[in-house]
């Protein structure tokens, strides 16, 4: 008869609103790499459906695992159920914990902010124990690190809601002048759509800004700038070793991170610099390693998330 199987194995999931990122990796084995989009229009049934084929996969193709991170965007309660989710509006009120327990019987599991995780994976990485991350894409995600634990406990750094503009824009919460209504990939298109008099999507920012086309350099510097101030006043709050900023749309432009790092160096105070500000290490997967991160951690010393409860 075959022996029980190796559960040694750690799986860190990246959710996002599109499309989800699987990682498992173990000593002395190669690691498991899979993306795969979500059901089009699909409700978290279907969504769920579809994570479970994806695990089932994993497990025929790699092999068990014993301990599983998850990223998520969307809002959780302590119980694990999932408050608000605009990304996918379906999942509000899902049984978020439940459904993790039923997918990964036996495995210790744990959700945590994917802003958060990405700010634990980019300051490991960096081995920094003191780190602000800024991620620049659909929203703006972000997450804090001191003392090298994720902050705050209780709740995830919702550094895209900092308001850095009172009259500015509305953003998707509702409220006027959050950093992602300027900032973000959606913000800054809308934008350069307004300057150029009509439709710009994301290769036609990219090759306007090589060009030095006025509609582009302009929409992309004023969102440098709104990530600039929330770089510095994060600066003067918690005087980090480092400002990372990340995200898929942010790593898509030449020349994006450098100009909000020399927006946030003219920012400096005398005797209280600012931080200095460096693109991401892992790019687009910062969240996805941050959740390897947590699974890893729940084998050992853990980090503050919110632990999927137990029966």
Same mark, same amino acid.
């Given at each position: ?98 459904? =993790? @327990? *039923?997918?990964?019987? $036996?495995?210790?599991?744990? !959700?945590?902010? &994917?802003?958060?995780? %990405?700010? /634990? +994976? #980019? ?65 800054? =298109? @809308? *934008?350069?759509?307004? $300057?150029?008099?009509?439709? !710009?999507?994301? &290769?036609?920012?990219? %090759?306007? /800004? +090589? #060009? ?85 951690? /729940? ?13």
């Amino acid at each position: 008869m075959p022996g029980p199987q190796r559960r040694d194995g750690v799986l860190g999931v990246d959710v996002g609103g599109t499309k989800v990122a699987l990682r498992a990796e173990a000593a002395g084995r190669p690691a498991y790499d899979r993306t795969f989009r979500w059901p089009r229009d699909a409700d978290a049934a279907a969504d769920l459906a579809a994570l479970s084929t994806e695990v089932d996969r994993l497990r025929d193709v790699w092999g068990p695992v014993g301990a599983v991170g998850v990223a998520m965007p969307a809002t959780t309660d302590p119980a694990g159920t999932v408050t608000t989710w605009p990304g996918r509006p379906g999942w509000a009120g899902l049984d978020l914990a439940g459904a =993790l @327990r *039923r997918l990964f019987p $036996g495995a210790a599991t744990a !959700v945590a902010d &994917d802003g958060d995780l %990405a700010a /634990l +994976a #980019e300051a490991r990485h960096a081995g920094r124990d003191d780190v602000v991350y800024l991620g620049v894409g659909t929203g703006i995600g972000g997450g804090v690190v001191l003392a090298g634990r994720s902050v705050p406990g209780r709740s995830s750094a919702e550094i895209g809601h900092m308001v850095v503009a009172l009259d500015g824009e509305r953003c998707d919460c509702g409220r006027r002048g959050c950093l992602q209504s300027i900032a973000s990939g959606p913000a800054t =298109l @809308r *934008r350069a759509a307004a $300057g150029r008099g009509g439709k !710009v999507d994301f &290769d036609d920012l990219r %090759a306007g /800004l +090589a #060009e030095g086309r006025s509609w582009a350099v302009e929409a992309v510097e004023a969102s440098c700038r709104a990530l600039a101030a929330a770089v510095v006043s994060l600066g003067e709050l918690l005087d980090p070793a480092l400002a990372v900023v990340g995200g898929g749309f942010a790593a898509g432009l030449p020349g994006f991170v450098p100009l909000v790092a020399e927006r946030v160096r003219c920012a400096g105070r005398p005797g209280r610099p600012a931080p200095p500000v460096r693109a991401a290490a892992l790019g687009a997967l910062s969240s996805l390693h941050g959740a390897v991160e947590l699974a890893r951690d /729940l084998t050992g010393t853990p980090v503050p998330a919110r632990p999927v409860p137990t029966l």
